[in-house]
């Protein structure tokens, strides 16, 4: 019986007591980061821009556990061959805000529905790079 109930607070507690605990941020811890800031209908968002301007678009999306920053060494390969990159962290995650929500599926397509939508790329095809929970938004409804 003891053996299930650590079991049971290794696997279910302690995740919900560590994201119950997690800093919040703001402007001071926002300061010196890379990128840009916008703010969406659940909080603010992190992104960044790397590589050409008018290149052809490659949004590369994170897993669960790990920020943007993840993406750093091929992100600075497509912008080196002429590529437009974007990459954002997930609310969350990173320098995005952690809003409290259902994060399902569709929680994250929407982040990134409203994210392109603000960043004005409208219906444009792009190449979506995502690993882990990043590959699940796939189906979202901006990309083809």
Same mark, same amino acid.
């Given at each position: 019986?003891?053996?299930?109930?650590?079991?049971?607070?290794?696997?279910?507690?302690?995740?919900?007591?560590?994201?119950?605990?997690?800093?919040?941020? +703001?402007?001071?811890? *926002?300061?010196?980061?890379?990128?840009?800031?916008?703010?969406?209908?659940?909080?603010?968002?992190?992104? *960044?821009?790397? +590589?050409?301007?008018? +290149? @052809?678009?490659?949004?590369?999306?994170?897993?669960?556990?790990?920020?943007?920053?993840?993406?750093?060494?091929?992100?600075?390969?497509?912008? @080196?061959?002429?590529?437009?990159?974007?990459?954002?962290?997930?609310? /969350? *995650? /990173?320098?995005?805000?952690?809003?409290?929500?259902?994060? @399902?599926?569709?929680?994250?397509?929407?982040?990134?529905?409203?994210?392109?939508?603000?960043?004005?790329?409208?219906?444009?095809?792009?190449?979506?790079? /995502?690993?882990?929970?990043?590959?699940?938004? *796939?189906?979202?409804?901006?990309?083809?």
């Amino acid at each position: 019986m003891i053996i299930a109930l650590l079991l049971f607070s290794a696997f279910f507690v302690l995740p919900i007591l560590k994201e119950a605990t997690k800093k919040k941020l +703001g402007e001071k811890e *926002r300061t010196n980061a890379p990128g840009n800031f916008v703010t969406l209908s659940r909080g603010v968002v992190h992104y *960044r821009w790397l +590589g050409a301007e008018k +290149g @052809d678009l490659v949004v590369c999306i994170h897993g669960l556990t790990t920020p943007s920053f993840v993406f750093e060494g091929l992100a600075s390969h497509y912008a @080196d061959i002429g590529k437009r990159v974007l990459v954002y962290d997930h609310y /969350g *995650r /990173g320098y995005s805000d952690r809003p409290i929500a259902k994060q @399902d599926k569709a929680f994250f397509i929407n982040q990134l529905d409203e994210l392109l939508n603000k960043l004005e790329i409208k219906r444009q095809k792009f190449e979506l790079i /995502g690993y882990s929970m990043g590959g699940g938004n *796939r189906s979202c409804l901006c990309c083809t």
